[in-house]
């Protein structure tokens, strides 16, 4: 969805369609999805996943949003392009048009861990995007913003922790302890807010994911019953494979070369020492 003011009221119109657009968990619900873009809504109450797409006003604006409970993951993109087409009254100088997108996604998650561990379960969020500048917008023109709770809080996730994304990877680790083989309930929100305006772009639609390394022998139940994230990434046996065939590759190279510098000096020497032993050629 797109807007045309002039630019005198466009920082004031895209407060307020960032602040009606921020991403919430709904209240009374165990889990949900919901997400907007430019306007389209989709999701709700009991929802496991997400998604809502804008693409209007001439190919002006581009907006999609979507996410779900299984990789409880959420992506974002706001498009404004650089060479619009616009009204006859307005000019690239006069006039803004501009999209956002928004997409959260919640879930309860209930774990047992094995019986009297005090073992820690590590996890992280992952978000990961560019924002290009446009090129008739005053300052940047994108914005990127996401809240995320991960907790044993039952209100935690109406809280969030909120922070402002630039351009390239962000990680945000933790982790949650047992308590004697206790059972843990989490409470797991991640939302992502991105908008754009006359020429630029907020491209976030590459991930934000939550990984986690579940101890040998724990399990866990989910409200949506989709809840599976990805363990956090290791190196691939493949990859340790080659990595070790390299270094002892260097290794051999290493011990090559130094055998072959002394065998080069022993010959050397060789050679001087028969040397200074021949009889002298006589004058």
């Not at 590759?249 to 080069?264: I, N, P, Q, S, Y």
């Amino acid at each position: 969805m797109s807007f045309h003011f002039p630019k005198v009221f466009m920082a004031l119109s895209l407060s307020i369609t960032a602040l009606h657009s921020q991403a919430v968990v709904l209240q009374g619900s165990s889990f949900g999805a919901t997400a907007e873009a430019g306007g389209v809504k989709a999701g709700g109450w009991y929802q496991s996943s997400a998604s809502a797409s804008d693409g209007s006003d001439a190919g002006n604006t581009q907006a999609h949003a979507w996410g779900d409970s299984e990789s409880f993951s959420v992506h974002a993109l706001a498009w404004t392009s650089e060479n619009p087409t616009l009204p006859a009254y307005c000019t690239v100088y006069t006039c803004s048009w501009q999209t956002y997108a928004t997409v959260s996604v919640w879930d309860t998650v209930v774990i047992t861990p094995t019986e009297g561990s005090s073992e820690t379960l590590n996890y992280d969020f992952t978000i990961d995007g560019f924002k290009k500048r446009g090129p008739w917008a005053y300052g940047e023109g994108a914005t990127a913003q996401t809240s995320y709770y991960i907790g044993t809080a039952a209100n935690g996730w109406y809280t969030p922790t909120s922070r402002y994304l630039s351009t390239g990877a962000v990680k945000v680790s933790g982790s949650v302890q047992a308590r004697n083989g206790q059972p843990i309930t989490l409470y797991v929100y991640g939302s992502l807010s991105v908008s754009a305006r006359s020429g630029a772009v907020a491209d976030y639609s590459h991930t934000m994911s939550f990984h986690w390394d579940l101890p040998q022998g724990w399990t866990y139940t989910s409200s949506s019953g989709r809840f599976s994230p990805v363990p956090s990434p290791v190196p691939e046996p493949a990859s340790t494979a080659m990595v070790l065939c390299g270094l002892f590759g260097m290794a051999a190279l290493e011990r090559r070369r130094v055998h072959d510098g002394l065998w080069r000096r022993l010959k050397a020497g060789l050679r001087h020492s028969l040397g200074r032993l021949s009889p002298r050629a006589s004058s």
